[in-house]
């Protein structure tokens, strides 16, 4: 199974309107990390969250970390056609250097 | 120029060839990753390297090679690979070892035939 599991797995989404994404792990999390990627392209480092309660914003995305939960949330508030694009989850699952990835959500923005 | 250039982006290949992939960074970093995505799944890091040496062999088929000259450069080599190979190679490269925060190339492209 996976230690990274990320929901829902696909999303459409009108423009404007907002969207949230969930990143659970079924270990403990030492740092959880967000990344977006363009389909076929590498991915683009968004946030890193270290503690619980942790909450992060950069423009209109905003990242919190739930650590008791071993969740991360990822809220996009007035999604645009430039939000559109693959989102990842990683975390260090154990506490080396390792990161483990969720499989992504794809997010689509209807104009 | 971008941190971390990838070449080629796209490759296809038949089960009898031999090829190379190519990872550059400028970044001045001191770890660099070879990582495998294929569809609908979680990303594989396949190999770790820090400061030019190995560090990480993820149970990875003897079939892809990886090679670091330098800290600047990875290659990744490849020889009588199969059609389940084909995939998104993604290389990235951090800061240091003990970081989550990676830089990712754009990808090479794979297709085994």
């Known amino acids: 199974s996976q230690e990274l599991e990320q929901s829902p797995q696909s999303l459409i989404v009108q423009e404007g309107k907002n969207l949230t994404i969930n990143c659970t792990s079924s270990?403990?999390?030492?740092?959880l990390y967000w990344y977006k990627q363009k389909y076929g392209e590498g991915l683009i480092f968004l946030m890193m969250?270290?503690?619980?309660?942790e909450e992060k914003s950069h423009e209109k995305i905003t990242a919190k970390l739930d650590e008791k939960k071993q969740q991360s949330s990822l809220h996009i508030t007035a999604s645009q056609p430039s939000h559109a694009g693959i989102y990842l989850c990683?975390?260090?699952?154990?506490?080396?250097?390792?990161?483990?990835f969720g499989a992504g959500t794809t997010v689509t923005v209807r104009a | 120029e971008t941190g971390v250039t990838q070449t080629p982006r796209h490759l296809v290949m038949g089960m009898t060839n031999k090829k190379s992939l190519k990872c550059e960074q400028h970044?001045?970093?001191?770890?660099m990753y070879w990582y495998k995505q294929s569809a609908k799944k979680p990303l594989e890091l396949m190999f770790v390297y820090s400061l030019e040496e190995r560090v990480e062999n993820n149970s990875v088929p003897s079939r892809f090679s990886p090679e670091c000259p330098n800290s600047s450069h990875l290659f990744l080599h490849l020889h009588t690979l199969q059609p389940e190979d084909s995939a998104l190679y993604l290389c990235?490269?951090?800061?240091?070892?003990?970081?989550?925060?990676?830089?990712f190339g754009e990808g090479s492209r794979l297709t085994v035939l």
């Open positions: 270990k403990t999390l030492y740092g």
């Open positions: 970044l001045g970093h001191n770890a």
């Open positions: 969250l270290q503690k619980g309660g």
């Open positions: 990683g975390a260090g699952i154990s506490n080396d250097y390792k990161l483990s």
């Open positions: 990235a490269s951090s800061q240091v070892r003990q970081a989550g925060e990676l830089f």
